[in-house]
């Protein structure tokens, strides 16, 4: 059994956190990726963006971030996304 894969598994690497803070802003994963890896050659940033998405380390940090914001604001993500949307009309 490895211990090191699993280590990996639940520790974030700053990179990886950059990845999760820049997410919430826009829920643009290829923008976010780029941002946290800005050496990484644009034809892999979209694929790497998804595998991210779908490792549950990350998508639990995602939501404890948007959590954190929701509770320090004072308001939900679907707040944002209603008042956005009557912005746009």
Do not use: W
């Not at 090191?4 to 803070?21: A, D, M, P, R, W």
Request: aromatic share 10%; charged share 35%.
């Amino acid at each position: 059994m490895k211990t090191e894969g699993k280590k990996e598994e639940t520790e974030l690497t700053e990179s990886q956190k950059v990845f999760c803070n820049e997410y919430i802003f826009d829920f643009n994963g290829t923008r976010s990726y780029k941002a946290a890896y800005p050496d990484v050659a644009d034809s892999t940033v979209r694929t790497e963006a998804s595998k991210f998405l779908t490792k549950p380390n990350i998508c639990e940090f995602i939501k404890h971030l948007q959590d954190n914001l929701a509770e320090t604001a004072g308001i939900s993500r679907l707040k944002v996304l209603i008042f956005d949307r009557c912005r746009k009309q």
